[in-house]
C-alpha cells in the first residue's frame, strides 16, 4: 500500500494529497464555508427526498408493529430474511470509517485525513441502521431489551452461548466506540466553527459541544492522547464486529453458514463494501461541495486500491467455500453448495459473482482507478454485490437444507423492501443533515498536511 | 362469526332478501332474534345480534328510517319540536332500571365434575351414515377432543381425520343459528304451526305428496320413525342420497350375489393382499379399523406382538393402480397402470385363476411378469389371500373380485359377508332419479330434506334444482345453511351429533348410543326431533325418542342395560349377521365380458382421459368444507391444502400440452367445468382425478371469506349419474396461465424451474419434488429396505447412518436419572391417513392460517407427514414419514436462542418457554428437521370466538411473534406425573399417549419412558430397524424411527431393480 513516507527511491508520481496552492488558512475557509455558507439549493432536493425515505421507513414500522413480522417474507423454512441480510450489509459498510479512522492512523496514512471524518460519520449512521434491524425483525419487539443482561424479577440471564447475544455486545460496543472517536475528533473543529458561526444561534449550538476547546497545548496533548487511546481501541474492533456478525451463521449448524472462513472473509468483506460506499457517496459530494482540492486523485487511487485487495480477498473466500464443500466430503455441505451456483437462486450467486469479483477487476487499470466515474461504477456494482452476498448466504443457505421435504422458497415482500428502502432513507438524511451542519472534512488535520505546515509547531497529532 | 352478519348485509350479497323500501324495521322479529341468541356469543352487541338485512340496511343509512322519513313539507317549527323532544327523551335512556340477574355458584357441584379435570364420554359419530365409537373429551361442559374408542370395533382407540375434527365443525361458527322462513329467521313454533297445516292436508291422502331424503341411515332409531311415520303417511316415499355412498358396491352386489351384502375383509388373516385401486384403508366406512388389522400383519420390528398375540408373518401386499393410494404407500409392491391395463390386469387375473373366461389380455411386459408373480402368492396361500378393491370400481370389476376371492377361498376368512347395515339398502341412484322425476311430474307437495344437499351433491343431469322449485313446501334440515337450504321454503337448523341423541350403526352392524355432551349451541333440532314432529308427536325430546326404541329392545333391567350401552359406547352383539352368499357364475362370465369391453373401448380412445371422481380425502362430499382443520390438513400424496384439481400424471401432461397448475376446462359429454391441473408423480398416464366438495357457492353462514373457507372446483358439475366415479372419455384443454395452488410440501416446483416436464412425460432433474426425493434418499432420511436384506444382515439399516460418538460434544454429558421421554415412530406401517396431524392440531390448540399463509410457507402443524417418492421417479413407491419435534438431546435449537426460551428438562425434552420467547426465529433456522413453527401474524387472536370454547385449557394459546413446536404432548405427562404422584404410583407402562399415537389407527407411534424397559417405545428403540434421523449430526433425537421394510417377492424385486439401477445411472448422469 502506498504511504507519502519519502523513500530515497525513485517512485512512480502520486498525487498529492492536498491539492497545490492551499494555505492553513484557504484549507479553514474551504472547509467550513461549506457548513457556514447558505445553504446550497441542491440540498434541499436531496435532503427532501431523504425524508420522504425516512417517512416510508416509519409507515414500514408503524405497520410491522401493529400487524407482525408476517408482513415481510419470511417463512419456514426460511427464518431470516431481509431483516439480517441489511443488518449485515449495513454494519458492513460501517466498517470503513473505523478502519479509515483507527487502523490508517495507526498505520500513518496520511491521506487517510481528509476522508476520515466523513467515513467516520458514515459509520455512525450505517450502525444506526444496522441497529434497527435485530429489534425489528424480533417476533415481539417489545420485549428486545430481554436480550441485555439487566437484573430482574425473573431472575434470568440472557442465554451466553446464543452469537445473538455476542452481536448485543459487539455492535452496541462499536456504536459506542464510533460515537466517541468521531466526536473527540470534531472537538478542534467545533470549536473553529463557534469561533467563525456569525448568528448567535450558531454560536451557541456549536459552543455547548466543543466543551470550551481552546486550543491551548495543555488541550492539544489531552487530545491527542485521547485520540490515540480511542484509535487503539476501535482498532480491534474493525475486526471483531463483523467477526462476531459472521458468528451468527457460523455457530449455527446450517450448511452454508457452518464454516470457519466466515471471520476472515466477513471482516474483508466489511471493508470492501465500506470502502465502495465511501466513494458512493464521497464522490459527489466532492463534486457538489467543490473540494477536489482536498480529496483528491490520490484518495481515489488509494481507496481503489483497498477495494481490490479486499475485494480479493473476499473472492478468496468464496473460492474456499467451494473448495471445503468439496475437499470435506460433507454431502450436506456438497449439496448446499452446488445447490448455490445451480439452484433456484442461481441468478443471485452469478450477480453476485458479477459484482463483486468480474466488475471490480477493472480497478487493475489506473485509469479506472482514478477516474471518479469509473470509481462510482464500481462502487455501486459493489453495493449490490456486497447486499447479493449477504443474501446468497442467509436465503439460500436456509432455504434447502437436511430435510428435503421442508424445502421452501423466499421472496421479499414490498414491506421488505419499503423497510430496506427506509432506512436508506434514514442513512441519507442523517447524511444530509451532517454535511450541512458538521465539517466533513477535518478542518485542524487537513491544515497539518498544507506543505507550508510541515515541521511547523503544529504537529500532526500523532 | 358475529359481525360478519353486518358485513354481509352491507355488501349486499343477500340483496335479494333486503326488504321493500320503505318496509318498517321489524322490532318485534329483532327481539325474537335477540331472545333466541344464547350462549357465548351473549351479548355482544344488539347490531350484531340482530343480523338481519333490515339492520344491515338501518346501518347503510345515516339515520334510522323513521327518523328519514319526514313528511313533506317538514317546518322549521316542526323540526325544532322534534329535535327537543329527542333531546329530553335521549336523557330518558338513563332512568332505565338494569335488569336484576343473580349469579349462583353451585351450591352443589354436579356429580364428577371437578373443575380442570376433564371427563370422558362415550358416544358416537357418524360419516356417511356408518358409526365408529369415541369417547369424548369434554372440559367444564365443553367438549374438546374425540379420542377413539378402545372397546368399539371401528374404532379400537383410534379414528379417522373426520372424527378428530368434528369438535370443530360443533363450533364452526359458519354453522346455521336460526330457522329461516324464505330466509328470514322465525321460530320453530311459526315452523310447527305450519307444518302441521300441510300435513293435516296430506295426512286425507295418505301422504302421497310427502317426500323423505336423508343420506345413508343405519340408525335404528331412524328406522322405527320412518316405519312410524309410514303408519300415519301410508303412501308416503322415503329416497335416499349418499353422494359418496357405496352405491357402486351395492350394485355389484346386486349382480353377484343377487341381494344386498355389506362386504368385509379381515385383514389379520390375509397372508397376501393384492389392491387392485383401492384406497380401502382410508375412504371406506371400516377404514379405522382395517388400518389396525392391516398394521397388525405389517410390523417386522421384533419384539412385536403386542398383548400376547402370537406373532404372525409378515404379510406381502401388492397394489396395482392409476391413482396414488395411501394403501400403496404401505405396499411391498406398487405397479402402476393406465385404467385400461388395470382392469385387463383383473382380468387376466380371473382368467388365470379359471374365474373367467374369454379372450387373453395384452399388457405390457412389466404387468405380465407382475401377474405370474401375484398369481402364484395368492393361490399359494389358499383362505389366507385377499384381492381387495374398492367402491369406485366398477361394479362389473367388483363382481370379478368377488369371483377371484371366492376362488381363492378367502370368503368367510379374509371376506365376509354381512348383511347389510344400512337400513333398508336402495340404489342411492335410483331412489333420488325417483324423486325427480315425482318432482318434476307435479306429485311432491312437501319434501323433507334431512342432513343433505341435493341442490349441490346430485349428479348434475338430474336437474334436481329444476326440479326441486316444482316443490310446493321444501323443507331443509342440516347443519349449515348451504346451496339447497337456499332454495327451499325452511331450514332447520341440525344439532351436531354432539349435542343430540340418536343411535348409528358401524361398518360392522355394532350399535352405538349417541349422547350429546353440551345443550344445541343454536337450538338445533335433531333428526328425530324433526321426524317426531311429522309424526304428530310434537315435544317429544331426542333423549325419549331413542330411549322409547331402546326399551322394548334391550329387555330386562332396562335402566342397567341403557346404562352400560352409554358408558360402553355400543351395545354388545349387534353385529350383522354373517350372509351366505355365493357368487353366482353366469355373474362373473357377464362382468368379465364387461370388463373386456371397456378394456377395448379405453384403449381405442387413445387421446381420451378417464376421470375418476373421489371423495375428498379431508372435506369428503364436501360436507366438511367449512372445517377449517380439515381444509388445511395436508391431503396425503398431493400435500395440497385448501383446493381441489385436476390431478394428472406428467405423460398425460406432457401428451396433453398441459402446465403444472394451468387452468384447464375439461368436457364431459357436453358439461364443462374450469379447473386447474396439478402434475402428481404417481398417477399412471389416461388418468386424472379430481376429488369432490368444492367450489361450493354457499357453504354456510358467518365467515364466506374464500381464504378461509377453500376455494377449488366443482366436480359435482360434472358428475352425471353414469359416471358416478369414473367418465371413461373427457377432453381436458389447456387455458394457459397459472392458477396458484398451496401445497405444503416441494411447492416452488414452478419457480424452480421445473416446469419442465419432457415430451417423454418426464419430470425434470430440477424440479423440487423430484430433487427432494432424490435427495431424501441420498441422505438416508427415510429408510427402507427389504425382509431379505434385513434377514442377511440385522444391522443393515444401522449401517446406512453413521452416529458419532456420544463424547463428540462440548458440553458435559447430562445424566437422565428419572422419565426420559422418547418416541419411536414405526414407518412400516404409516399409511399417511392424517389423523394424527389434526389430533395434534385439536390437543395443542393449534391455529390453521389459510390458504395465502400456506403460500407463505407457514403452516403451523406441529406434526407434518413428508411424502417422498422412491425409485423409479415416473412409477415411483410412495413413503410417508410422520415428523414431530425430535427432542434432540443435543438440540441445536437451544444453544442458539438468545433469551433461552428453549431449554432442556431433566426429562430429556427441548421445552419452549412461549413468555419468553422473542422471536428472533434463529431456532428454527438452526433446526436441521425444520419442525419449528413461527406465529408470524395473530394467527390465534384472528379466530372466531366461538373457537375459543374448543381451546384445551391445559395448553397455553400462542400470540404472535412467538415459536412453538411439538412438546410430547407435555401436558398430557405433567397429567400423567401428576396422577402417579397423587395415587403414589409409577406411571404404569405404555399408559400414557400423546395425542398423535392415541389416533394413530395403525399404532405407528409409540411414546414412553425410555428409562424403563417396561414401555413400547423402550423396546421399539432397541430393535434393529431403529434410526435417527440425521444421526451424523449428533443431535440425539429422542424420536427416532424404525425403518421400513418390504416384504418383496424376489421376481418382482429383480424386474425393479433393475429399474432402479437405470434411474440411478440416469440420476448420475444428471449430477456428475
Known amino acids: 500500500m502506498a504511504t507519502l513516507d519519502d523513500a530515497p527511491l525513485a517512485k512512480p508520481y502520486r498525487p498529492p494529497v492536498v491539492a497545490p496552492g492551499h494555505t492553513p488558512a484557504t484549507v479553514t475557509d474551504k472547509i467550513s464555508s461549506v457548513v457556514l455558507q447558505r445553504t446550497p439549493k441542491w440540498w434541499y432536493p436531496a435532503f427532501g427526498i431523504s425524508f420522504l425515505l425516512l417517512m416510508i421507513l416509519l409507515m414500514a414500522m408503524t405497520k410491522l408493529f401493529l400487524t407482525g413480522i408476517g408482513i415481510w417474507g419470511v417463512n419456514q423454512p426460511i427464518g431470516w430474511g431481509f431483516a439480517i441480510i441489511n443488518f449485515v450489509w449495513w454494519i458492513g459498510i460501517g466498517h470503513a470509517g473505523t478502519l479509515i479512522s483507527a487502523i490508517l492512523l495507526l498505520l500513518r496514512q496520511e491521506w487517510r485525513t481528509s476522508i476520515n471524518r466523513f467515513a467516520e460519520a458514515m459509520t455512525l449512521f450505517a450502525v444506526a441502521c444496522a441497529g434497527l434491524y435485530p429489534v425489528l425483525h424480533l417476533g415481539r419487539p417489545w420485549l428486545a431489551y430481554w436480550l441485555l443482561p439487566y437484573p430482574n424479577t425473573m431472575g434470568l440471564w440472557p442465554q451466553f452461548r446464543s452469537p445473538l447475544i455476542w452481536d448485543v455486545f459487539a455492535v452496541s460496543t462499536y456504536a459506542t466506540v464510533s460515537f466517541l472517536f468521531w466526536y473527540t475528533g470534531l472537538v478542534p473543529d467545533l470549536a473553529t466553527l463557534r469561533d467563525r458561526a456569525k448568528h448567535k444561534l450558531a454560536k451557541i449550538l456549536y459552543g455547548i459541544p466543543a466543551m470550551g476547546w481552546r486550543g491551548s497545548a495543555k488541550h492539544w496533548h489531552n487530545y491527542e492522547v485521547a485520540y490515540l487511546l480511542l484509535a487503539g481501541l476501535s482498532t480491534p474492533l474493525v475486526l471483531s464486529v463483523h ?55 490520490r484518495h481515489l487511487q488509494n481507496m481503489g486500491k483497498v477495494m481490490l485487495a479486499t475485494g480479493l480477498i473476499v473472492v478468496y473466500g468464496y473460492a474456499m467455500e467451494f473448495f471445503f464443500a468439496w475437499y470435506g466430503g460433507n454431502h450436506y455441505e456438497r449439496f448446499a453448495f452446488l445447490n448455490r451456483a445451480t439452484g433456484p437462486y442461481r441468478w443471485f450467486w452469478a450477480s453476485l459473482l458479477l459484482c463483486n469479483f468480474l466488475v471490480p477487476q477493472l480497478l487493475w487499470i489506473r485509469k479506472v482507478r482514478s477516474s471518479p466515474f469509473g470509481l462510482f461504477f464500481v462502487s ?83 | 362469526m358475529d359481525s360478519d352478519h353486518g358485513v354481509k348485509g352491507k355488501c349486499g350479497v343477500e340483496a335479494s332478501r333486503r326488504p321493500e323500501a320503505g318496509a318498517p324495521l321489524d322490532l318485534e322479529e329483532l327481539r325474537e332474534r335477540l331472545r333466541r341468541k344464547r350462549g357465548p356469543e351473549l351479548w355482544r352487541s344488539l347490531e350484531e345480534l340482530a343480523g338481519t338485512p333490515e339492520f344491515a340496511d338501518m346501518l347503510h343509512r345515516e339515520f334510522p328510517r323513521q327518523a328519514s322519513e319526514w313528511p313533506e313539507g317538514v317546518s322549521r317549527r316542526n323540526f325544532l319540536q322534534l329535535a327537543s323532544a329527542s333531546l329530553a327523551l335521549a336523557g330518558l335512556t338513563g332512568c332505565t332500571k338494569q335488569p336484576i340477574e343473580k349469579i349462583v355458584p353451585y351450591v352443589r357441584k354436579p356429580e364428577q365434575l371437578i373443575p380442570g379435570k376433564p371427563l370422558f364420554f ?45 369438535v370443530l365443525t360443533l363450533y364452526d361458527p359458519a354453522r346455521s343459528q336460526a330457522i329461516t322462513h324464505g330466509g328470514r329467521t322465525t321460530t320453530w313454533s311459526a315452523f310447527t304451526t305450519e307444518l302441521g297445516e300441510q300435513l293435516r292436508a296430506q295426512e286425507a291422502l295418505g301422504g302421497t305428496g310427502i317426500r323423505l331424503l336423508t343420506g345413508t341411515v343405519t340408525s335404528p332409531t331412524l328406522a322405527e320413525q320412518i316405519q312410524q311415520l309410514r303408519t300415519r303417511f301410508p303412501r308416503m316415499a322415503w329416497h335416499r342420497w349418499e353422494p359418496a355412498g357405496e352405491r357402486q358396491s351395492f350394485v355389484a352386489s346386486l349382480r353377484a350375489f343377487g341381494r344386498p351384502v355389506e362386504t368385509r375383509y379381515d385383514f ?99 404387468a405380465v411378469e407382475w401377474l405370474k408373480a401375484v398369481t402364484a402368492d395368492l393361490q399359494a396361500a389358499p383362505g389366507r389371500s385377499l384381492v381387495v378393491g374398492d367402491e369406485y370400481l366398477s361394479p362389473a370389476m367388483q363382481v370379478l373380485l368377488h369371483g377371484i376371492n371366492q376362488r381363492l377361498g378367502a370368503v368367510g376368512s379374509t371376506v365376509l359377508y354381512s348383511e347389510p347395515v344400512e337400513v333398508d339398502p336402495v340404489d342411492h341412484l335410483v331412489s333420488l332419479t325417483g324423486l325427480v322425476q315425482d318432482m318434476n311430474a307435479g306429485r311432491v307437495e312437501i319434501l323433507v330434506m334431512l342432513g343433505v344437499n341435493p341442490v349441490y351433491t346430485a349428479p348434475a343431469d338430474l336437474g334436481f334444482a329444476a326440479a326441486l322449485a316444482k316443490v310446493p313446501l321444501r323443507i331443509h334440515h342440516g347443519l349449515y345453511e348451504d346451496e339447497t337450504s337456499e332454495r327451499c321454503h325452511w331450514h332447520i337448523p341440525a344439532a351436531h351429533e354432539l349435542e343430540s341423541w340418536g343411535d348409528a350403526r358401524a361398518f360392522d352392524g355394532t350399535v352405538s348410543i349417541i349422547q350429546p355432551l353440551i345443550e344445541p349451541l343454536f337450538e338445533g333440532k335433531s333428526v328425530h326431533e324433526l321426524l317426531a314432529l311429522l309424526a304428530k308427536q310434537p315435544g317429544v325430546t331426542g333423549y325419549d325418542i331413542v330411549r322409547q326404541h331402546w326399551q322394548p329392545l334391550l329387555g330386562g333391567d332396562f335402566e342397567a342395560a341403557w346404562h352400560k350401552a352409554l358408558h360402553d359406547g355400543l351395545l354388545p352383539d349387534t353385529q350383522a349377521a354373517p350372509a351366505g352368499v355365493a357368487v353366482a357364475g353366469g355373474a362373473v362370465q357377464q362382468a368379465a365380458a364387461e370388463v373386456a369391453g371397456s378394456v377395448a373401448r379405453t384403449r381405442a380412445q387413445q387421446d381420451q382421459v378417464r376421470l375418476c371422481f373421489r371423495p375428498d380425502p379431508t372435506i369428503w362430499d364436501g360436507r366438511h368444507a367449512t372445517n377449517v382443520w380439515l381444509q388445511e390438513l395436508p391431503k396425503p400424496i398431493t400435500k395440497l391444502v385448501w383446493d381441489n384439481a385436476v390431478i394428472i400424471g406428467p405423460v398425460t401432461a406432457a401428451k396433453l400440452e398441459l402446465a403444472h397448475e394451468e387452468p384447464v376446462e375439461v368436457t364431459w359429454k357436453d358439461r364443462k367445468l374450469r379447473a386447474a391441473v396439478w402434475v402428481q408423480p404417481g398417477v399412471a398416464p389416461g388418468v386424472a382425478s379430481l376429488s369432490l366438495g368444492y367450489g361450493r357457492t354457499r357453504k354456510g353462514d358467518g365467515d364466506q371469506d374464500e381464504e378461509k373457507t377453500g376455494q377449488g372446483f366443482n366436480a359435482y358439475a360434472l358428475r352425471t349419474s353414469d359416471a358416478l366415479w369414473t367418465a371413461p372419455g373427457v377432453t381436458i384443454r389447456g387455458l394457459g396461465g397459472r392458477y396458484v395452488f398451496a401445497c405444503t410440501q416441494n411447492h416452488h416446483a414452478i419457480e424452480s424451474g421445473i416446469q419442465s416436464i419432457s415430451p417423454q412425460g418426464e419430470i425434470s432433474e430440477d424440479s423440487e419434488v423430484r430433487k427432494a426425493s432424490e435427495e431424501a434418499e441420498r441422505r438416508h432420511i427415510l429408510r427402507v429396505g427389504t425382509l431379505r436384506e434385513m434377514r442377511a444382515d440385522p444391522d443393515f439399516i444401522e449401517k446406512e447412518g453413521e452416529e458419532p460418538p456420544a463424547e463428540m460434544t462440548m458440553y458435559p454429558r447430562y445424566e437422565y436419572k428419572g422419565h426420559a421421554w422418547g418416541m419411536a415412530i414405526d414407518l412400516n406401517v404409516c399409511t399417511g391417513c392424517s389423523s394424527c396431524v389434526v389430533a395434534c392440531q385439536a390437543e395443542n390448540n393449534i391455529p390453521v392460517v389459510g390458504k395465502e399463509q400456506v403460500l407463505r410457507g407457514r403452516e403451523m402443524h406441529w406434526l407434518r407427514i413428508d411424502r417422498y417418492f422412491y425409485g423409479d421417479f415416473e412409477e415411483p413407491a410412495i413413503h410417508n414419514q410422520p415428523v414431530p419435534c425430535m427432542q434432540c438431546e443435543n ?47 395473530r394467527f390465534s387472536e384472528r379466530e372466531s370466538p366461538l373457537y375459543r370454547m374448543l381451546y384445551n385449557p391445559d395448553v397455553t394459546v400462542r400470540m404472535r411473534g412467538v415459536m412453538e413446536k411439538c412438546t410430547y404432548c407435555v401436558q398430557r405427562i405433567e397429567q400423567a406425573k401428576i396422577e402417579s404422584k397423587v395415587e403414589s404410583q409409577p406411571i404404569p407402562p405404555n399408559r400414557l399417549q400423546t395425542a398423535c399415537q392415541q389416533a394413530c389407527p395403525t399404532q405407528a407411534i409409540a411414546f414412553g419412558d425410555i428409562n424403563d424397559g417396561e414401555w413400547d417405545v423402550t423396546r421399539w428403540k432397541a430393535d434393529k430397524l431403529n434410526y435417527a434421523m440425521l444421526e451424523e449430526l449428533n ?19 429383480a424386474i425393479e431393480a433393475i429399474e432402479q439401477r437405470g434411474a440411478a445411472e440416469r440420476t448420475d448422469d444428471g449430477h456428475s
Open chain 2, 891 to 937: 438440540a441445536p435449537c437451544e444453544v442458539v436462542c438468545p433469551v433461552a426460551a428453549t431449554s432442556h428438562s431433566d426429562e430429556g425434552l427441548n421445552d419452549m418457554v412461549y413468555n419468553r420467547c422473542v422471536g428472533t426465529r434463529y431456532c428454527s433456522n438452526n433446526c436441521p428437521y425444520k419442525v419449528r413453527r413461527f406465529n408470524f401474524l
Open chain 2, 1035 to 1053: 443431535t440425539r433425537p429422542r424420536t427416532t424411527y424404525l425403518a421400513k421394510v418390504r416384504n418383496t417377492h424376489p421376481a418382482i424385486d
Open chain 2, 268 to 366: 389379520t388373516k390375509a397372508d397376501v393382499v393384492l389392491a387392485i385401486d383401492s384406497d380401502v384403508l382410508t375412504r371406506s366406512a371400516g377404514s379405522t379399523r382395517y388400518q389396525r388389522d392391516f398394521a397388525s400383519r405389517r410390523y417386522v420390528r421384533s419384539n412385536q406382538p403386542r398383548a400376547n398375540q402370537p406373532q404372525q408373518p409378515v404379510s406381502r401386499v401388492y397394489c396395482v393402480e392409476s391413482l396414488p393410494t395411501n394403501t400403496s404407500t404401505v405396499a411391498d409392491h406398487r405397479l402402476q397402470l393406465a385404467p385400461a391395463d388395470v382392469e385387463a390386469f383383473v382380468l387376466a387375473l380371473a382368467q388365470g385363476l379359471g374365474v373367467a373366461g374369454g379372450a387373453p389380455q395384452t399388457l405390457p411386459q412389466k
Open chain 1, 380 to 462: 455501486m456494482f459493489i453495493n449490490v454485490g456486497m447486499w447479493l452476498e449477504r443474501f446468497v448466504i442467509v436465503v439460500t443457505s436456509l432455504h434447502r437444507d437436511f430435510v428435503p421435504s421442508s424445502w421452501g422458497m423466499y421472496r421479499g415482500t414490498i414491506w421488505d423492501w419499503a423497510t430496506f428502502i427506509g432506512t436508506i432513507g434514514l442513512f441519507l438524511s442523517l447524511l444530509f443533515l451532517f454535511v450541512r451542519l458538521l465539517p466533513l472534512i477535518s478542518i485542524f488535520e487537513m491544515r497539518t498536511l498544507v506543505p507550508d505546515a510541515k515541521g511547523s509547531s503544529t504537529e500532526m497529532p500523532r
Open chain 1, 243 to 297: 467477526t462476531v456478525v459472521s458468528f451468527d451463521f457460523t455457530i449455527g449448524i446450517i450448511p452454508g453458514w457452518h464454516a470457519t472462513i466466515f471471520p476472515p472473509y466477513f471482516v474483508a468483506g466489511a471493508i470492501y463494501a465500506g470502502f465502495a460506499m465511501v466513494l458512493t457517496l464521497t464522490l459527489p459530494l466532492r463534486a457538489a461541495f467543490g473540494l477536489q482540492d482536498f480529496i483528491t486523485q
Open chain 2, 122 to 166: 362415550a358416544t358416537a359419530l357418524t360419516h356417511g351414515g356408518y358409526a365408529t365409537g369415541v369417547l369424548a373429551e369434554s372440559h367444564m361442559g365443553r367438549p374438546t377432543k374425540i379420542e377413539g374408542n378402545p372397546d368399539h370395533p371401528a374404532s379400537l382407540g383410534a379414528t379417522d381425520v373426520f372424527a378428530q375434527a368434528a
